[in-house]
C-alpha cells in the first residue's frame, strides 16, 4: 500500500461507522489462562446480523469463564482494516487488543506492512504445522506467525433444484467445466425483449464479485508468487477472467443489468435474488446454508464443486477464512491471549460449525463435526475442497488490499463499459509493480 494511500486512510478512519457494543461480565475453563489479571479486553469484531448475535453469544460464554474479564465488543467491517479505523486506533494510540478479520488477504496486507504483533505461538494451543496444508501460507510473513485462523469457509456452486428441473436439467449432474457452467446458465436464462426475468449465472454476484482474486484463482492465475516476490496481472488467465465476466454482461445492455442487479437483496434476507428465483445459481460460501434455513426454508437445492477452465484449480477453492490479529500498540496482549485460547475450544467451535457448516483448520477435526457424523453431502463435498491441493489463499501481498478494490472497479470497467480488459492489467501491473518496489 502506498504511503499517500496509508496516510488517507488514517483520515478515512477517524470518520469511519463503526457500532459499539458493550457486552456485561459473565465467568475459569479449559482455554483461560490464570497467569494475567483480569480487566477490559477491547476486541473488534468484522461481524453483523445473525454473525453478529452468533459472536455475542460466544463473548458471553468466555466472560462466564473469565468473570474478571468485560469484553469491549467493536462490531466495524473487516475488523477495521478496509474502512482504515484500525489503522487510525493505532496511530492515535488507542488500539484494541485483539481483532478478528473476515478478509484474510486484506488482513495479511495490514500485517505485512509493519501493524501488527506475531503472535508467541508458545502462549497459544494451535501448532501451524497441523493446519490444512493450503491454510498455512496466510498465516507467516517473513518466518513470524501474523495471523491465526479462527475456522474457515469453502465456497460451492448453489444450484435452485425447480429451476433446474424446469429448464430440462438435473442438479446431481452439475457443470464440471466453465463451458458446462455457461451451457447450463443460458438454458436457465430467462430474457426477453432486453427485460430480464431470471439469469442463470452472474459471475461477480456474491463470493464471485466480493473477493476480486477468487475467480482469478480457479482459471490458474497467480496474482502474487510470494517464492519470486513477482506480481502477475497481465497473464492469459487473468485476461481470460474478465473476458468471460464480459461474455455474461453482453447478454443484454449495461443499463439493464444495473436495473436488474441492483434491487437485489444481501446475502442474509429474503430478497436475495436465489432465494427469489431471479437467480438460478450462484456462487457463495458455506454459510449461505444457514441463510436459506433462515430466510428460504421451503426452497430446494443443491451444492457442488465450483467448475473451473482446462488449466485452472479444478476441485479446488479460496479459503474465506476468518482470521485473528494483534495489532499494534495493543496494551492487553495477556487478556487477548486468554480470548484466542478459549475460542479454540471444542465447544465453541462445534457451535460454530453447526450453524455456519464452517470447516476446522485442520483435516482430523472434521470427524468430531455433527455434519460429518450426519454423513452430510454437503459438509463431503467441504471437506474434500479443504484437502484439495489446489485450495489456499490468494494474492498474499502487502498491496492486496488495495489492488482488490482496483480489480473490482476493473471489472466494472469491463463489464459495463465493455473495456478490454488487458490495456487495464497492464495499468495495474505498472503501478503496483513500482509500488511492491519501494
Known amino acids: 500500500m502506498t504511503k499517500k494511500k496509508w496516510a488517507m486512510l488514517k483520515l478515512v478512519g477517524l470518520l469511519a461507522g463503526v457500532v459499539a457494543l458493550p457486552v456485561l461480565v459473565g465467568g475459569c475453563s479449559a482455554g483461560s489462562s490464570t497467569a494475567s489479571k483480569g480487566g477490559t479486553l477491547t476486541y473488534w469484531s468484522p461481524y453483523g446480523g445473525d454473525s453478529l448475535k452468533w459472536d455475542q453469544w460466544r463473548i458471553g460464554q468466555f466472560q462466564k469463564a473469565n468473570p474478571d474479564v468485560t469484553v469491549n465488543l467493536i462490531a466495524t467491517p473487516s475488523g477495521g482494516i478496509t474502512n482504515g479505523k484500525l489503522l487510525a486506533a493505532i496511530a492515535g494510540g488507542d488500539a484494541p487488543d485483539i481483532i478478528i478479520s473476515d478478509n484474510a488477504s486484506a488482513a495479511y496486507s495490514f500485517a505485512a506492512n509493519g501493524t501488527a504483533t506475531p503472535w508467541d505461538m508458545s502462549k497459544v494451543t494451535l501448532k501451524i504445522a497441523d493446519l490444512l496444508p493450503g491454510m498455512q501460507p496466510v498465516t507467516q510473513i517473513n518466518g513470524k506467525t501474523y495471523l491465526l485462523p479462527q ?13 433446474f428441473q424446469e429448464a430440462g436439467l438435473d442438479v446431481n449432474n452439475p457443470p464440471k467445466t466453465i463451458d458446462d457452467l455457461d451451457a447450463m446458465a443460458a438454458k436457465l436464462d430467462s430474457i426477453s425483449g432486453g427485460n430480464i426475468q431470471r439469469f442463470g449465472f452472474i459471475p461477480w454476484l456474491d463470493y464471485g464479485g466480493d473477493n476480486a482474486f477468487y475467480w482469478p484463482w480457479m482459471f490458474g492465475a497467480t496474482v502474487y508468487d510470494t517464492s519470486s516476490g513477482k506480481l502477475d496481472l497481465t497473464s492469459p488467465q487473468m485476461v481470460s477472467v474478465y473476458k468471460w465476466m464480459n461474455k455474461y454482461a453482453q447478454k ?14 444481501a446475502l442474509f434476507s429474503p ?21 436459506l434455513r433462515i430466510y428460504a426454508p421451503t426452497i430446494q437445492y443443491a451444492v457442488a464443486k465450483v467448475p473451473a477452465p482446462e488449466g ?14 494483534l495489532p ?15 475460542c479454540e475450544t471444542t465447544p465453541i467451535l462445534a457451535n460454530d460449525f453447526d450453524i455456519w457448516r464452517s470447516i476446522p483448520t485442520n483435516d482430523k477435526q472434521f470427524d468430531e463435526v455433527s455434519w460429518t457424523k450426519k454423513g452430510d453431502p454437503i459438509y463431503k463435498i467441504e471437506r474434500e475442497l479443504a484437502n ?33 480488459p488487458l490495456p487495464l492489467l497492464q495499468s495495474l501491473q505498472d503501478k503496483y509493480t513500482k509500488e511492491l518496489a519501494q
Open 151 to 163: 475456522d474457515s469457509n469453502v465456497i460451492m456452486l448453489y444450484m435452485n433444484t425447480k429451476l
Open 252 to 265: 443484454t445492455s449495461p443499463t439493464t443489468m444495473k436495473g436488474f442487479t441492483s434491487g437485489f437483496g
Open 271 to 291: 430478497d436475495h435474488p436465489f432465494m427469489t428465483g431471479k437467480v438460478a445459481m450462484t456462487v457463495v460460501g458455506n454459510w449461505f446454508t444457514n441463510a
Open 312 to 325: 485452472g484449480r479444478a476441485g479446488g477453492t479460496v479459503f474465506q477464512s476468518n482470521v485473528y490479529l
Open 328 to 342: 499494534k500498540g495493543a496494551k492487553r496482549l495477556d487478556l487477548a491471549y486468554r480470548f484466542y485460547n478459549f
Open 388 to 420: 484439495s491441493p489446489n485450495s489456499g489463499t490468494p494474492a498474499l501481498t502487502k498491496v492486496a488490499a488495495e489492488l482488490g478494490d482496483d480489480l473490482n472497479a476493473l471489472r466494472d470497467d469491463v463489464i459495463y463499459n465493455n473495456r478490454d
